[in-house]
């Protein structure tokens, strides 16, 4: 009987100590684990966010930019084709022949509005009878549209936009996004 004592107290195995020590450093391992992925995870989170920010305001600026290019084409030099109709920093309305008929058909893009509407924080584009939101969800403070004459000089517009004059004189149209999610 001696002997089977000796051998129990002999044998391998851990202390309650060392099972606390082992369980506390494996759940701060763990924690640390968690904490890191989380991080990992808002990281990737906010660069989709900004990555759709910018495909959106690219997509934007290159329909925005592609459509001024036309406005006040006339190949037929018709009358009653103006180019810009109305234009504002948060309003840009503008006319093209595009099928040369002669005639600005309101049916296939010849008459498009851009709108920026500060108290919704949107860009509408108004063409074919139809309004579309082509951004939302970002705010978009500082955001506007400039206009500059032939000597490079800026056409400021006053309280109901540019006059008739100062659109005449347009030549080129600048367009400024501030975008943040």
């Known amino acids: 009987m001696v002997n089977r004592r000796r051998s129990r107290n002999r044998q391998a195995g851990f202390t309650l100590t060392e099972l606390l020590v082992a369980t506390t450093l494996g759940l701060v391992l763990l ?14 989170r906010n660069q989709a966010t900004q990555l759709q920010i910018q495909t959106d305001a690219r997509n ?7 459509e001024v290019r036309r406005a006040g084409m006339n190949p037929t030099c018709a ?4 180019g810009i109709v109305e234009a504002s920093s948060s309003l840009l309305h503008f006319q093209a022949d595009l099928n040369g008929n002669g005639a600005i058909d309101a049916s296939n893009d010849e008459d498009v509005t851009y709108r920026y ?3 919704a924080n949107t860009v509408q584009r108004t063409a074919n009878g139809a309004t579309n939101t082509l951004l939302s969800g970002t705010n978009l403070s500082g955001s506007r549209v400039r206009y500059f004459n032939s000597a490079n000089a800026e056409l400021v ?25």
């Open 31 to 44: 924690a640390n684990v968690g904490s890191f992925h989380r991080f990992q995870l808002f990281a990737l």
């Open 60 to 66: 934007f600026a290159d329909l925005f930019a592609r």
């Open 79 to 82: 009358g009653g084709i103006s």
């Open 117 to 119: 509407n500060a108290d």
């Open 157 to 181: 517009p006053g309280s109901g936009g540019l006059s008739a004059a100062q659109r005449a004189a347009v030549v080129r149209v600048r367009l400024e996004l501030a975008m943040a999610g």
